[in-house]
Each structure stands twice: as C-alpha cells, then as structure tokens.
C-alpha cells in the first residue's frame, strides 16, 4: 500500500508564507510524478507545481517566482519515504484553497510490482488580507 499524508497548511495574512509537505510512504519501487494541486471553493482543482521524473519543476503562471516545488527521498525502518514540499512565499488572497499532493509510480506488492496513482487528503490554506 502507498499512502500520502500531507501536512502545514494554516492561516496567513497577506504577504507570509507557508510550507507545505506530503509524504508519500510505503514499499515503493519508484515515483515517476509529484504534483501539488489546489481547490479554491467553487472552483476546479488545478496545478500549482509538479515534479517529473526528469526532476524538473513545473509552476503555474501565477506562482511562479512565489512557490518552490522540491521532494527529499529516505528510508526510515525499511518503508520508502518520499517527501514533497511546497514552499509559499508572498502569499496572496487569491491563494486561499485547499492544497492536495499527488503522487504516481509503482510498489512492491510482495513479489509483484504495481502502478499507483493517489491523492493525499488535502490541507487548508486561508490567507488573509
């Protein structure tokens, strides 16, 4: 099993930042995608950064230059972890929403090999003016 578990969200004003991580957990044989997410109320999910396996970062228009995307691999008692962050800076308003890691790749499922593709539980992020 692959589990994501996401954490750092909170209230802000205008202006400070937040840092936000998953981590992605469980025998996992490789990642081949890390994504951050949000979903402002009423509105559809969409892409904040993400992270190929190529490991070159992409950002959203409007974060750009604000946010950093970056993912730390480990290993802590025999599980994988793998950690996604999501540096805010000058946060705006207009960022409020809730923030949601995705993950893709394969894990080892005893001798066999299968693809995941999840979502983290979201975290929330108000910013206020």
């Known amino acids: 099993q692959v589990q994501l578990v996401e954490s750092g969200g909170g209230m802000v004003q205008a202006g400070g930042s937040l840092r936000l991580s998953c981590v992605v957990s469980g025998y996992i044989f490789n990642i081949d995608y890390m994504g951050w997410y949000r979903q402002a109320p009423g509105k559809q999910r969409e892409l904040v950064a993400e992270?190929?396996?190529?490991?070159?970062?992409?950002?959203?228009?409007?974060?750009k230059g604000r946010f950093t995307i970056s993912a730390h691999n480990a290993e802590h008692e025999n599980i994988d972890e793998h950690t996604l962050y999501l540096q805010m800076n000058n946060l705006k308003p207009e960022d409020t929403a809730d923030y949601y890691c995705?993950?893709?790749?394969?894990?080892?499922?005893?001798?066999?090999?299968?693809?995941?593709?999840?979502w983290g539980q979201g975290t929330p992020v108000t910013v206020s003016s």
């Open positions: 995705k993950a893709k790749g394969s894990y080892s499922d005893y001798a066999r090999r299968l693809p995941f593709d999840r």
């Open positions: 992270i190929g396996s190529s490991g070159t970062p992409n950002y959203a228009d409007n974060v």
